[in-house]
């Protein structure tokens, strides 16, 4: 959702799907130095021990970067996972 908030609460200007599926959750945030909004969160597998009285089975997504574009918010890779892709050497 993006929109503005004031003393009594959160007006919705618009709402949307920003992951589709049930295995993004408890997503977390946090700004950086340079102004962007960096968001992290746990993702399901979907072999889940857990729902058989197993361990739990999970792992942190990589960092999305948030923004509003036309009032709409947009998700994508941080853009250090692209500076991190064309760093990598190649497997042998």
């Given at each position: 959702m993006t929109g503005t908030t004031s003393g009594i609460g959160?007006?919705?200007r618009e709402a949307g799907v920003v992951d589709?599926?049930?295995r993004f959750y408890a997503p977390q945030s946090y700004w950086?130095?340079?102004g962007r909004r960096?968001?992290?969160?746990w993702i399901?597998?979907?072999y889940a021990?857990?729902?058989?009285s197993g361990p739990a089975v999970r792992f942190m997504s990589l960092p999305r970067e948030?923004?509003?574009h036309q009032g709409r918010l947009h998700c994508e890779s941080?853009?250090?996972l692209t500076r991190l892709r064309r760093a990598a050497t190649p497997c042998r």
């Open positions: 959160f007006e919705v589709v599926g049930d950086t130095a340079d960096i968001q992290f969160g399901r597998t979907h021990p857990a729902a058989l948030l923004s509003v941080a853009t250090e």
